[in-house]
């Protein structure tokens, strides 16, 4: 079945660096979804990309779609302590949209 | 706002129980979805509904069932509840494309 990994697992930076997790698809997607999880909360949706090579931003968060639609990633740039969560990729297939998530990356940024 | 909620946020069943988990939202979404999340495995699909009594599996079904009766309210049963099925059992809906959560339930299983 459709696989998406997702790299790293977890990552610690200091306040004012920058972040990147990583998504890949063992299958082409239709598209990609992220969601960021806070601390004791719920998954929130943060964004959709659908066609190749799209980029979209959302402040100081960055996010891609691969040319092949086979991989994603988010970059924050400045992590701010109000970042601290677990970031999610999940892609979509198929005609009932179907999701799969990757194992989510889980950030904490040191004050 | 749409609301996604579930009927207990904490569960404790014992080996053997028949555990229903019941999600209700109110936005009249056609797309209702359960999942289970893990440390170091992430959300895992369950099932899914996409109408009124239609449903498909997801990637881990064993040991689930479901039931869509109604179009706001989306009901997990594990038939025989064990003990790797202690888990946080996240409901969401959707309408179009984003996918709204509740805010889990965390069943454990003794």
């Known amino acids: 079945g459709q696989q998406v990994m997702q790299i790293p697992q977890y990552q610690h930076v200091q306040e004012g660096e920058d972040f990147t997790t990583y998504c890949n698809s063992s299958?082409?997607?239709?598209?990609i979804q992220w969601y960021k999880q806070r601390p004791g909360g719920h998954p929130v949706f943060l964004i959709q990309?659908?066609?190749?090579?799209e980029v979209k931003k959302q402040k100081r968060l960055t996010f891609q779609f691969g040319e092949a639609k086979k991989n994603s990633s988010l970059h924050i740039t400045a992590t701010q302590t109000t970042d601290v969560g677990t970031y999610f990729c999940?892609?979509?297939?198929?005609?009932?949209?179907?999701?799969?998530f990757g194992i989510g990356t889980k950030l904490q940024v040191i004050p | 706002d749409v609301k996604v909620t579930q009927s207990s946020r904490y569960l404790v069943k014992r080996t053997g129980e028949k555990v229903f988990l019941e999600c209700v939202q109110d936005?009249?979404?056609?797309?209702m979805f359960w999942y289970r999340q893990d440390p170091g495995l992430g959300l895992r699909l369950i099932y899914f509904?996409?109408?009124?009594?239609?449903?498909e599996k997801g990637d881990i079904p064993e040991g689930y069932s479901v039931s869509r009766e109604k179009k706001e309210r989306f009901s997990l049963i594990l038939e025989s509840a064990s003990t790797n099925q202690t888990s946080m059992y996240l409901c969401?809906?959707?309408?179009?494309?984003?996918?709204?959560f509740g805010p889990g339930t965390r069943l454990t299983v003794t």
């Open positions: 969401a809906s959707k309408r179009s494309y984003e996918q709204y």
């Open positions: 299958t082409t997607l239709s598209n």
């Open positions: 990309l659908v066609k190749s090579g």
């Open positions: 999940a892609g979509l297939t198929g005609g009932y949209q179907k999701v799969t």
């Open positions: 936005m009249d979404h056609e797309n």
């Open positions: 509904s996409y109408d009124v009594k239609m449903k």
